[in-house]
């Protein structure tokens, strides 16, 4: 069944290639969906894909680029309202 992740990282996450990162790992599971900063420099991404990939993308997301540096990841699953084709960095 087709699960949707929305999560938000806080720490050293702006500036490091987080979203390069999160971009990269969910399309290497296969997931869809975007990622993007937010002005309370905190980064908003939104996944879609199956549960088991969902999982281990959130491990992922705790991980964080090389330079970043994860103190937050706040995270909640829920159905889909709209579909992805994609997922994509937003600005």
Do not use: C
Request: glycine share 8%; net charge negative; aromatic share 8%.
């Amino acid at each position: 069944m087709l699960t949707e992740l929305h999560a938000v990282i806080s720490g050293k996450v702006q500036g490091v290639g987080y979203r390069d990162f999160v971009r990269a790992n969910a399309e290497e599971l296969g997931l869809k969906g975007w990622v993007k900063n937010k002005s309370d420099d905190t980064v908003e991404i939104l996944a879609q894909g199956y549960p088991e990939k969902l999982r281990a993308f959130s491990e992922l997301l705790q991980e964080g680029s090389v330079l970043a540096k994860v103190s937050g990841v706040a995270t909640e699953f829920r159905t889909p309202k709209i579909l992805y084709d994609d997922f994509s960095v937003k600005a």
